[in-house]
């Protein structure tokens, strides 16, 4: 009787085919685990390298996108190589590098400014390097290409800099705004459809004390669950 539409969003690598071919996706858990186990044989490797370029180039992680996504990654990929360094003894601390890249002058646009500058203060202070005003532009077997033109050596490549709503949606005649996203109203529901609903990274949703999108959180959407659950019972109900 009722259809929600709760899809998510994929990654969208604006066109870019080689970063997407060597970008660890960060969408999941079982991405997650990936990088995890990545980043440990890179430790396994440069413990037994005895070339220090080489060894900094494996050492070195870079994060596309300053989001929430990607700042939670770079800080925790940070925290957790630091941590490694006690059990490699030919890995020096000077080795080690994580650079978040982002387009924009400041981190965590989702953020009051204040917010995203402590941020950054507090990254930086435990060792993340930021390079803002900065795009990733190409990628190949062990290069990350900026724009401003710059090549970084490197094995590890993290894209979190850009999604789009689950392609599914495309095949549906509901409203859409220009990222691809279902139009809802307050309620949450589908204008012109009876009975379908949307919620999450797939849907437009407004935040009624601001008027702007909300962030896709977990935080706004398991409030959105909870919101949309009572419509529905609200509507079954009469």
């Known amino acids: 009787d009722h259809v929600v539409l709760a899809l998510g969003a994929v990654s969208n690598y604006l066109g870019l085919r080689d970063v997407e071919a060597e970008a660890f996706d960060f969408k999941t858990l079982q991405d997650a685990i990936r990088i995890r186990n990545h980043v440990i044989g890179l430790f396994e490797r440069a413990d037994r390298e005895p070339n220090g370029d080489v060894r900094r180039a494996l050492l070195t992680f870079v994060v596309a996108g300053g989001g929430f996504a990607g700042a939670e990654l770079a800080g925790g990929l940070n925290d957790f190589a630091r941590g490694m360094l006690a059990y490699y003894p030919n890995v020096a601390a000077v080795d080690l590098r994580v650079i978040l890249v982002h387009s924009r002058d400041r981190i965590l646009p989702e953020l009051s400014d204040s917010l995203a500058a402590y941020a950054l203060d507090r990254m930086a202070a435990r060792g993340v390097t930021f390079m803002l005003n900065r795009r990733?532009?190409?990628?190949?077997?062990?290069?990350?290409?900026?724009?401003?033109?710059?090549?970084?050596?490197?094995?590890?490549?993290?894209?979190?800099?850009?999604?789009?709503?689950?392609?599914?949606?495309?095949?549906?005649?509901?409203?859409?705004?220009?990222?691809?996203?279902?139009?809802?109203?307050?309620?949450?529901?589908?204008?012109?459809?009876p009975g379908v609903w949307a919620l999450g990274d797939c849907a437009a949703v407004s935040d009624a004390k601001t008027g702007k999108p909300c962030p896709p959180t977990a935080q706004f959407a398991l409030r959105e669950a909870r919101a949309l659950a009572r419509n529905i019972h609200a509507s079954v109900q009469g």
């Open 136 to 193: 990733v532009a190409g990628a190949r077997r062990g290069v990350v290409v900026l724009n401003p033109p710059e090549e970084i050596q490197t094995e590890t490549l993290v894209w979190t800099a850009g999604t789009r709503p689950h392609p599914l949606l495309d095949a549906l005649p509901v409203d859409r705004d220009r990222r691809g996203a279902v139009t809802v109203d307050s309620c949450l529901a589908a204008p012109g459809f």
